[in-house]
């Protein structure tokens, strides 16, 4: 090796070492400038909701501020490739709802990988899907609309936040497990839905507690089951699925917290500290438990885990059921 390639290597070592105490110390100043946090739905959205409720609360611990944008569309895609694709910084996150794991393979071709494009930071909370029906619809109890489904098999239709959306799946769950047939229209939010559901032309969605809620005390819309294993603290008069007609079936609605995937391991363990010490405190508790949510949080770990097992889980009752989103 001559002197200038000696030379060269010495200058590149040394500029390795320098630089090293530089990237630490940016990432232990983790934040110093304004987060943003990617919601791929409308605003109102149970995803949008849970964002709102978090994000004050960060920006009071961090003195930076929190900020929620909304890029809603295509499932929820449109949003999760905004931070597949973001510099991983820790300064552009995704708070996304169980399509993040439905839509791996409800989509045919994604524009990043599920697995490979993300770093989980930590599950946020779990929202029951309650079916709700519209007044003009009859049905009092579940198995009196599965009864009315059957003998109207393609004439009832049921909405969802959109295709991919997880009350898209919840319906094509339920249309197989209770061997009916209601035709899916997808809307862009809940909002769009209640329109229709009120004009008679939908009769009815699985809706997040969060958002149904308000809707259901004003007597405009009736619930008839929800779609997770226990009642909803919310709505403890109304049973479960299993309860009301089908044994077994269960759809839990999750929602979690991701940063890109080559995002720092220093920032993704702040990020997890912050999120699950925000989760732990009363009053937040409170107002999820308010709105529906059940509060959960994991380990980074954990929640990578558990996005695997949820693929593989969902991928299984998209195919049944025949779902695609192209």
Known sequence: MNTLTIGRAAFAAAS???????????EAAYPNRPVRVVVP?????ATDALARTLGPKLSEMWGQQVVVDNRGGAGGTIGANIVAKATPDGYTLLLNSASHAINATLYPKLPFDTVRDFAGITM???VPNVLVVGTQVPSKTLKELIDLAKSKPGELNYGSAGVGAASHLNGE????AAGV???????????????EIYAGRVQMTWAPVILALSHIQSGRLRPLAVSTAKRSTSLSSVPTVAE????GFVYDPWFAVFAPAATAKPIVKELNRAIVKTLDMADVRQQLQRLGAEPVSTTPEETDKYIRTEIEKLGKVVKASGATAE
């Open 173 to 176: 769950m339920f249309n197989s």
């Open 181 to 195: 047939k209601m035709v899916h229209v997808p809307f862009k939010g809940f909002s769009e839905q209640l329109v």
């Open 124 to 126: 946020v909370a779990s």
């Open 244 to 247: 009301a007609a089908i044994p």
């Open 16 to 26: 390795l070492i320098a630089a090293v105490p530089g990237a630490l110390a940016a």
């Open 41 to 45: 739905f409308t605003p109102g959205s």
